[in-house]
């Protein structure tokens, strides 16, 4: 938890006390390798804070054609938020790729959270904003289609990724074939 | 401003006087057709709230080419948020394409709301929710290819826009000939 309370405290200072009173409303939850932590058609239940590990949102087409909405790594939150902010059932996968600890939080504690601690919504409210930027970046550079300037995008959100991720996923990410993407990795070294 | 507390009303109550408290960080700003709000190179100084009228977001690659972020219409905020929230200066562009009024809200602004009134902090924070699963669903649909399902997620998300817009921009902002949106069109009727 008390990497909970670090990456809270970058946005907004916590006294002890409060930080006990954030703390019940979140569950740990060990991951293994290729576990699914939502599978498509379930309930999003849970939104998902990465303490360690790399995970996948992806989505399948019916004829079984896989799409990758984003990938996550520490410090990042997660879930299909559709689902998840409308009580839906989900449309999206969320898979291990290496194995990994996440705090899960439901949508009825993220909500009695923030009505008990202005801070708590406080800090929902920038993390979301950061969200949405990111979002917004993600369109831009899909409706771009300029292929290197995607890369620089990618390379610029997850640092530590483009080194370690298994080439396909990358390029499936970017909507760029493999031979694309080793002369832009190439390049960029 | 009735329609401000309206806006507002929807996602909290508010009282008398904290809506006093509210309306000095607005400004009104009436806006004539083809009008920029923002353009591509100026700093991102305010968020908008339309009151009335319709918006374009868009940007311009070098070669002079229209990307269209999204529409925006009575009730929606809109910004360039990449720009708004980091205090960059913006690669978008914002025109008025049927005149109206909106409401301009600074980011200092903003913070010092949220600051002084926690319902503030939640009110923004559910509308950033809201249109963190528009920019999701978006994503889905430009990765998800199918002109089909684009046409009807547009439909969904701007129920008064697709009899009123100039087809040219509905198409260009799915990603679809005019021929196939004019069929999509025929068939949903």
Redesign the interface.
């Known amino acids: 938890m008390e990497k909970l309370r670090k990456h809270i405290q970058q946005i907004t200072p916590i006294s002890d006390e409060e930080f006990e009173s954030v703390k019940p409303y979140f569950t740990i939850r060990k991951v293994l390798k290729n576990q699914f932590l939502i599978q498509q058609g379930d309930e999003a239940l849970y939104e998902y804070l990465i303490l360690s590990g790399i995970f996948r949102v992806f989505?399948l087409?019916e004829s079984g054609k896989e799409?990758i909405?984003q990938f996550a790594t520490e410090n990042w939150w997660m879930s299909d938020?559709?689902a998840y902010?409308?009580h839906r059932h989900t449309?999206m996968n969320v898979i291990c790729m290496e194995a990994g600890e996440v705090l899960c939080l439901t949508l009825e504690g993220r909500e009695n959270l923030?009505?008990a601690l202005?801070k708590m919504?406080?800090f929902?409210?920038i993390k979301?904003?950061?969200?949405?930027?990111a979002?917004?970046?993600?369109?831009?550079s899909?409706?771009?289609g300029?292929p290197e300037q995607r890369y620089e995008e990618f390379a610029r959100l997850y640092p530590n990724l483009i080194q370690k991720m298994p080439k396909k996923y990358v390029a499936e990410y970017l909507?760029l074939s493999r031979e694309t993407l080793s002369r832009l990795h190439a390049k960029h070294g």
Chains 1, 2 share one sequence.
Do not use: D, P, W
């Open positions: 989505y087409e799409h909405v938020y559709i902010f409308n449309n923030s009505a202005h919504e406080h929902f409210r979301l904003t950061k969200g949405y930027v979002l917004q970046q993600r369109i831009i899909l409706l771009s300029n909507g």
